[in-house]
């Protein structure tokens, strides 16, 4: 093995640091994922119960909403310019 050990699996053998760093960034990529898609879900639901179904079609729980809401909080938003009529 050419990598230091950074965890165990499941069955007991290494896994070495770089391979624990890349299944960290899958992860926070797939999360990043599951948030920008309960962002649209929301944004294109006709209603509240059309947002809810499509959420869970989709698999996002009210862990991912919840995720997503506080990002997009934190997120400094864009302002509109006023269009000329």
Do not use: F, N, Y
């Not at 890349?22 to 209603?47: F, G, P, T, Y």
């Not at 119960?49 to 990002?71: K, M, P």
Request: proline share 2%; aromatic share 2%; with cysteine.
């Amino acid at each position: 093995m050419t990598g230091r050990i950074g965890a165990m699996s499941i069955d007991g053998t290494p896994i070495s640091e770089a391979d624990v760093a890349r299944m960290e960034a899958d992860e926070a990529l797939h999360s990043e994922w599951q948030r920008k898609a309960a962002r649209v879900v929301a944004a294109s639901a006709v209603d509240v119960e059309d947002c809810r179904l499509l959420l869970s079609i989709l698999g996002l729980d009210r862990d991912v909403v919840a995720d997503a809401r506080g990002a997009s909080a934190t997120k400094p938003t864009r302002k509109r310019r006023a269009t000329a009529a």
